[in-house]
């Protein structure tokens, strides 16, 4: 996944720039602003976030930001496909001819380990080596911000 930024500081001594983040392109028509929680600076402002500068950007310079597309998949997974498969497998545990009240209990609890289990599984994922956002093109040069 790419967005733009614009760098607001570099180090030198880790070879890391401090970006603004801006929103990806389909930020705009997104449906669910904000919903992404990573990448979206619609809600909530701009967010900025360390990241791998290999290009050299310096300070005002607009540049574009990308995660790897296996790293987002793996993310994707965490969030997305761990609660859904915790749910199942709640419901599947639960003894056949539950009452009504004792089923919606069980999924509700399933629902929040699940939901849970997906944020902790994304942490853990996102830790990973080549789990980082870098910078790839500098696409504009602007004067210092």
């Not at 070879?15 to 979206?40: E, H, N, P, Q, R």
């Not at 199942?88 to 609890?109: D, E, F, K, N, Y």
């Amino acid at each position: 996944m790419r967005q733009n930024g614009i760098v607001k500081e570099t180090r030198d001594t880790d070879g890391t720039a401090l970006v603004a983040l801006m929103g990806a392109d389909g930020c705009a028509t997104c449906s669910s602003k904000g919903g992404c929680g990573i990448f979206c600076s619609s809600a909530g402002g701009a967010k900025e976030a360390w990241v791998a500068n290999p290009v050299k950007a310096a300070r005002g310079d607009r540049v574009e930001v990308e995660l790897a597309p296996a790293a987002s998949l793996a993310l994707s997974g965490a969030l997305f496909i761990v609660p859904v498969a915790v749910l199942v497998v709640s419901l599947a545990l639960l003894p056949s001819g539950a009452s009504p009240s004792r089923t919606a209990v069980h999924a509700l609890a399933g629902l929040v380990l699940g939901v849970a289990s997906g944020v902790l599984a994304s942490r853990l994922v996102s830790r990973r080596r080549g789990f980082d956002l870098k910078i790839v093109s500098v696409i504009g040069s602007g004067p210092a911000a």
